[in-house]
């Protein structure tokens, strides 16, 4: 079976830093592309970031963008999302979710596999 | 990018069928064949419905189905049940800087 179990998150206060976590078990970690994406309390769906397979291509969305910085270690099938500058904006449950094999970008969206999500709240 | 335009809200009886738009433009929902689907439940993780516009994931009913025509592509559910009460939320890849884009979200009410 497929699970995906996030963890790190926090209060923290604006500017500050946090790095998520997502542990994957029940199939082949490094033949998969990941991604993150969030929802604000009562909001909808925001895509924030992917990696591939290999770590060889990394994509963001403009929201985000040099801000955070999303890695994973296929050794200890986890990835990871290193947030920096945070802003009351980035409050929200950051779910981890399952991309199709390879690239990020094959087959679109296709988010197959997700997580239970992290909570991330930036407020002072 | 702006998020892809669903309606707030879609009702219908049960064993009704009803139709979810998803409006975008040729740049992300009209350009290309990568519309996904998923559905969420209060306190719930999303579930993949539909990808790729029209394909049903392994195990998703076929009381649900996906098309596409110009810059909308649309969620059809069939045979309505008390628990396809849900958020409905679509996606898709775009050409912009921010490669995936998601709808408003729409929630079904089943009568």
């Known amino acids: 079976e497929v699970q995906l179990v996030e963890s790190g998150g926090d209060l923290v206060q604006p500017g500050r830093s946090l790095r998520l976590s997502c542990t994957a078990s029940?199939?082949?970690?490094?033949?998969?592309?990941m991604h993150w994406v969030r929802q604000a309390p009562g909001k909808g769906l925001e895509w924030v970031s992917a990696?591939?397979?290999?770590?060889?291509?990394?994509a963001y969305a403009d929201s985000v963008k040099g801000r955070f910085s999303i890695s994973r270690d296929n050794a200890k099938n986890s990835l990871h999302l290193q947030m920096n500058s945070l802003r009351p904006e980035d409050t929200a449950l950051y779910y981890c979710?399952?991309?199709?094999?390879?690239?990020?970008?094959?087959?679109?969206?296709?988010?197959?596999?997700w997580g239970q999500g992290t909570l991330v709240t930036v407020s002072s | 990018q702006s998020a892809l335009t669903q309606p707030a809200s879609v009702s219908g009886s049960p064993g009704q069928s009803i139709t979810i738009s998803c409006t975008g433009t040729?740049?992300?929902?009209?350009?290309?064949?990568?519309v996904s689907w998923y559905q969420q439940h209060p306190g719930k993780a999303p579930k993949l419905m539909i990808f790729?516009?029209?394909n049903r994931p392994s195990g998703v009913s076929n009381r649900f189905s996906g098309s596409k025509s110009g810059n909308t592509a649309s969620l059809t559910i069939s045979g309505l049940q008390a628990e396809d009460e849900a958020d409905y939320y679509c996606?898709?890849?775009?050409?912009?800087?921010?490669?995936?884009?998601f709808g408003t979200g729409t929630k079904v009410t089943v009568l």
């Open positions: 979710a399952r991309g199709p094999p390879g690239d990020w970008d094959n087959e679109g969206p296709n988010f197959d596999h």
């Open positions: 029940g199939f082949i970690f490094d033949d998969y592309a």
């Open positions: 990696i591939s397979w290999n770590s060889g291509s990394i």
């Open positions: 040729n740049s992300d929902v009209g350009g290309y064949n990568y």
């Open positions: 790729a516009v029209t």
């Open positions: 996606s898709s890849y775009t050409s912009t800087t921010t490669p995936y884009v």
